[in-house]
Nanobody
Framework: QVQLVESGGGLVQPGGSLRLSCAAS????????MGWYRQAPGKERELVAK???????NYEDAVKGRFTISRDNANNTVYLQMNSLKPEDTAVYYC?????????????WGKGTLVTVSS
């Protein structure tokens, strides 16, 4: 199993920045995908960004040009740099770890960290 611990959330003014971190531990395989999802009150959890072990990235259209996902494989950590934050970005942000394999997959989630964008 894999354990994921997020950090870096908090209160920030519109236009400000935050950097989220997710540290993974446990049975971590070299080939995997890590990502960030978010869920606002009354809404479904949605993908924000993801990154493969090889460095390939994907972003939600609403955050393109503002957010950057990166990872440090040596320390089993993934980051989300969030710039030009908007009130619409307010949500609980969750770290995700996923590994595809023949016959199925494995997936784990962090507990989440709250990001509030308000003046």
């Amino acid at each position: 199993q894999v354990q994921l611990v997020e950090s870096g959330g908090g209160l920030v003014q519109p236009g400000g920045s935050l950097r989220l971190s997710c540290a993974a531990s446990g049975d971590i395989f070299s080939s995997n995908t890590m990502g960030w999802y978010r869920q606002a009150p009354g809404k479904e959890r949605e993908l924000v960004a993801k990154i493969t072990s090889g460095g390939s990235t994907n972003y939600e259209d609403a955050v393109k040009g503002r957010f950057t996902i990166s990872r440090d494989n040596a320390n089993n950590t993934v980051y989300l740099q969030m710039n030009s934050l908007k009130p619409e970005d307010t949500a609980v942000y969750y770290c995700n770890w996923r590994r595809e394999s023949r016959g199925g997959f494995m997936e784990y989630w962090g507990k989440g960290t709250l990001v509030t964008v308000s003046s």
